[in-house]
């Protein structure tokens, strides 16, 4: 893959306020220099000079695989809501819960904010995210146009983003199982490994994911 230096509107990296084509001029996530980008070449990227982050790095086929991996995580998103998560042993008792079930106990009584928590932010907002890239992405990865108010979807998506906690959700559950490992005998359900492969497919989504890129795309189609 080639690196490709962007080109900066000013010296400073401020945008003159007489330019006519300020619209066009790209914000450095990071450390929010400006730059007005050449056409990118698949395959390639650009960084941000500054900082070095990647400004855009087009793919081939990225869409079409994006929308794929985002299938798969809604599926394997429903497996780990309704399979047993974990089997507890102890004193001769056996115990199997779901997420669900969690959902559910709390959901009765004085947590029922905590109920609403883990459902919102453990199952539905990443669920609703990964339908939420299927529908722009998936027209698009065929060549269509984008579907109806795909612009507005894709705008919801990146910002429940930081509130889809999966990966949080097992990182915690891991360190609870520590605790918990002397005081009863553990076994990993089904849905443990299906958020396990969740958060590992959401990785490799992520980095196949060029936002600007998406964006050009959408107001490109649009049109």
Request: with cysteine; aromatic share 8%; glycine share 6%.
């Amino acid at each position: 893959m080639t690196e490709t230096d962007p080109m900066l509107p000013t010296e400073q990296g401020k945008p003159d306020p007489n330019d006519s084509a300020i619209e066009d001029l790209v914000a450095c996530p990071t450390c929010d220099a400006l730059y007005r980008l050449p056409n990118i070449p698949i395959g390639s990227r650009a960084r941000c000079l500054r900082c070095h982050t990647v400004l855009t790095a087009p793919r081939e086929g990225a869409m079409t695989r994006i929308a794929m991996l985002a299938g798969t995580s809604a599926i394997l998103m429903i497996a780990a809501v309704f399979f047993p998560f974990l089997e507890l042993t102890a004193a001769g008792m056996v115990q199997r819960s779901s997420v669900l079930d969690v959902v559910l106990v709390f959901a009765d009584g004085p947590f029922v904010g905590l109920a609403v928590a883990v459902a919102a932010l453990i199952v539905v907002l990443p669920l609703a995210r990964f339908l939420s890239l299927i529908y722009v992405l998936a027209p698009m990865g065929l060549g269509w146009r984008p579907a109806p108010y795909a612009i507005a979807v894709f705008r919801m998506a990146e910002r429940i983003r930081p509130w889809s906690m999966a990966e949080i959700f097992i990182v915690g559950v891991a360190v609870a199982l520590i605790k918990v490992a002397g005081l009863a005998s553990l076994s990993l359900g089904p849905a443990f490994w299906a958020f396990v492969a969740l958060v590992l497919i959401t990785a490799v989504k992520d980095n196949f994911m060029c936002r600007l890129t998406i964006w050009k795309t959408l107001e490109h189609r649009s049109q």
